[in-house]
């Protein structure tokens, strides 16, 4: 069983930045994939980013690419994404996940929605 909290979530102007991070607990984290989904008022939870145990595979979503990082720090059980060039679309609920499979990719996380899940951390971006 794990247990994720969220943390880092705020107002922002768009084109800002803000990171939000995730601290596990409850399990060894570094032998799970780890990611982040957001859902906006009146919309599905969707994948935002993920990172495999290891840190060295990532996936994203195609509305994030080339603005959003996602990292991990398994000596601290954290996982952080760092959001630039931030828009208002971008404006939702920020979950933190964790694969109940230590087997899942990054690349699987996204089309799935059985992780363990923190309680979420809102971003809001003005324009």
């Known amino acids: 069983q794990a247990q994720l909290v969220e943390s880092g979530g705020g107002l922002v102007q768009a084109g800002g930045s803000l990171r939000v991070s995730c601290a596990s607990s409850g399990r060894t984290s570094s032998n799970y994939c780890m990611g982040w989904f957001r859902q906006a008022p009146g919309k599905e939870r969707e994948f935002v980013a993920a990172?495999?145990?290891?840190?060295?595979?990532?996936d994203y979503a195609d509305s994030v690419k080339g603005r959003f990082t996602i990292s991990r720090d398994n000596a601290k059980n954290t996982v952080d994404l760092q959001m630039n060039n931030l828009k208002p679309e971008d404006t939702a609920v920020y979950y933190c996940a964790a694969a109940r499979n230590p087997f899942i990719t990054p690349q699987q996380m996204g089309g799935m929605n059985n992780h363990f899940w923190g309680q979420g951390t809102q971003v809001t971006v003005s324009s």
């Open positions: 990172i495999s145990r290891g840190g060295g595979s990532t």
